[in-house]
């Protein structure tokens, strides 16, 4: 399983579940989509150039507004949400993330 459909069951799950952090990976998911729209038809990104995406969108988060990165309420704020991306990507990068993970791909 590629990564990218790693995080797009993931993205399913947390929708299914209302998790907060669903928002996030179908935010994700646009902007790999965007530039997988970049390539020549019928080629597709590899888990490299994926994980290049999920970099680039991690260093946005903390410049994003407080209503973006959860509420107060539930105690997820900036901090809290980059942790826990900059913990997923560094196992997107370590190639350890698997579909049977016992844990979702969190961003």
Known sequence: ???????RADALAARKAKAPEAGV?????????????????????????????????????PNA???????PASGTGRSNRSAIFESNAGRAASGTVSARSSRPFIV
């Open 65 to 71: 507004s407080r209503s973006d990165c959860g509420s």
């Open 25 to 61: 990976l179908v935010t994700l998911i646009g902007e790999i989509d965007t530039k997988a729209k970049l390539r020549p038809a019928g080629s597709e990104l590899t888990d490299d150039e994926v994980v290049a995406v999920v970099k680039k969108f991690g260093r946005k988060l």
């Open 1 to 7: 399983m590629s990564l990218l459909q790693t995080i």
